[in-house]
């Protein structure tokens, strides 16, 4: 530990000065810090703190998103993307007031592991809710953490030596400094999401260029080292996924099935024929099939319900949100 010594402090330092004010990192709340959260998954900090101040403000208590009907809840969440977050949170929600909280507060767990054990957690938000709500010294990995990490201890994302999710883990567990987990991992994120993006980190702005293993291999490497940005190559996943423009994919298309049922008012339901022309611009019913496919996909997923399937006309097939 004491090896990162140095490392810590210089990060710590940067954040108390460079750290933005997030209302997230205003609050202790356990319920509130879940929705940041979930909310922040995959998705960009400007898109979610006016949803996030909205989304309490229709569901203030964790009592109040466990009773809302799932229908409130997608609609509530529309602009956020990815859907299927809103319904695990509220599953979240449910298993919380099951198990007693807010009654007794010990109901909401405030480990890693216990954390787990609510629907649709994973590993990520575990740690970052134990961390955030409850101050615990954990390590965890999202997009940004796992980038700085790999790049300050590893070196350079393309290059080797590879490093599996556990050693990332592993050196990240390293990295927190005892009593100050929560500081650290904000900090850790923050540096992320400013300076060690993905494209083109901001090298000469880094509070930890001099201990950085990736930032020596592109100095060495780089001829024009002076300005002290450089441009990795992309994982080959991240191109070939940046290939197929995203208003031509299935999720693309599952929001816009969702935005169309979410017009409706409650207990109304769109045949497959009358949604077709609203998710997909040059509709024709030949394409009945793929529309069909998609909507079991989200009634699957707990995103919409099968009001009708009568016969074998999926012209008639309705649709609408949960209750």
């Given at each position: 530990?004491?090896e990162?010594?140095?490392?810590?402090q210089?990060?710590?330092?940067?954040?108390a000065?460079?750290?933005r004010?997030?209302p997230?990192?205003?609050?202790?709340?356990?319920?509130?810090?879940?929705?940041?959260e979930i909310?922040?998954?995959q998705t960009q900090v400007?898109?979610?703190?006016?949803k996030?101040?909205a989304?309490?403000?229709l569901?203030?208590?964790?009592e109040?998103?466990?009773a809302?009907?799932?229908?409130?809840v997608?609609?509530?969440?529309?602009?956020?993307?990815?859907?299927?977050?809103?319904?695990n949170?509220?599953?979240a929600a449910?298993?919380?007031?099951?198990?007693?909280?807010?009654?007794?507060?010990?109901?909401?767990?405030?480990?890693?592991?216990?954390l787990?054990?609510?629907p649709?957690?994973?590993?990520?938000?575990a740690?970052?809710?134990?961390?955030?709500?409850?101050?615990?010294d954990?390590a965890?990995l999202d997009?940004?953490?796992?980038r700085?990490?790999?790049?300050?201890?590893a070196?350079?994302?393309?290059?080797?030596?590879?490093?599996?999710?556990a050693?990332?883990?592993?050196?990240?567990?390293?990295?927190?400094?005892?009593?100050q987990g929560?500081a650290?991992?904000q900090?850790i994120?923050?540096?992320?999401?400013?300076?060690?993006?993905?494209?083109?980190?901001?090298?000469?702005?880094?509070?930890?260029?001099?201990?950085?293993a990736?930032?020596a291999?592109?100095?060495?490497?780089?001829?024009?080292?002076?300005?002290?940005?450089?441009?990795?190559?992309?994982?080959?996943?991240?191109?070939?996924?940046a290939?197929q423009?995203?208003?031509?994919?299935?999720?693309y298309?599952?929001?816009?099935i969702?935005?169309?049922l979410?017009?409706?008012?409650?207990?109304?339901?769109?045949?497959l024929?009358?949604?077709?022309p609203?998710?997909?611009?040059?509709?024709t019913?030949?394409?009945?099939a793929?529309?069909?496919?998609?909507?079991t996909g989200?009634?699957?997923?707990?995103?919409?319900?099968?009001r009708?399937?009568?016969?074998?006309?999926?012209?008639?097939?309705?649709?609408?949100?949960p209750?």
């Amino acid at each position: 530990m004491t090896e990162h010594l140095s490392t810590q402090q210089q990060l710590l330092e940067w954040f108390a000065t460079n750290g933005r004010d997030l209302p997230w990192r205003r609050t202790r709340n356990p319920y509130h810090i879940l929705v940041a959260e979930i909310m922040l998954q995959q998705t960009q900090v400007d898109r979610v703190m006016p949803k996030y101040a909205a989304f309490l403000a229709l569901f203030p208590t964790v009592e109040a998103l466990a009773a809302a009907s799932t229908a409130e809840v997608i609609r509530a969440w529309q602009g956020l993307g990815y859907n299927r977050r809103a319904v695990n949170l509220q599953r979240a929600a449910q298993a919380l007031v099951a198990a007693g909280y807010p009654a007794d507060p010990a109901a909401f767990p405030s480990t890693p592991a216990g954390l787990r054990e609510l629907p649709g957690i994973g590993a990520y938000t575990a740690g970052a809710v134990a961390c955030f709500a409850f101050e615990r010294d954990v390590a965890f990995l999202d997009t940004n953490i796992r980038r700085v990490v790999r790049r300050l201890l590893a070196g350079p994302e393309d290059q080797p030596p590879a490093t599996s999710e556990a050693q990332l883990t592993a050196l990240a567990a390293e990295l927190v400094p005892p009593g100050q987990g929560w500081a650290w991992n904000q900090a850790i994120m923050e540096l992320g999401a400013l300076i060690c993006t993905a494209a083109r980190p901001q090298c000469w702005r880094c509070p930890l260029r001099e201990r950085c293993a990736a930032y020596a291999t592109w100095s060495a490497a780089d001829t024009n080292a002076d300005l002290l940005t450089f441009t990795p190559t992309p994982p080959r996943a991240r191109r070939k996924a940046a290939e197929q423009p995203f208003h031509t994919s299935s999720r693309y298309f599952r929001g816009r099935i969702i935005e169309a049922l979410g017009q409706l008012a409650d207990h109304e339901a769109h045949p497959l024929a009358q949604l077709g022309p609203l998710v997909k611009d040059g509709w024709t019913d030949a394409e009945l099939a793929w529309l069909a496919k998609l909507a079991t996909g989200l009634a699957n997923d707990g995103l919409l319900v099968w009001r009708e399937q009568p016969g074998d006309d999926l012209a008639l097939w309705s649709v609408a949100l949960p209750g």
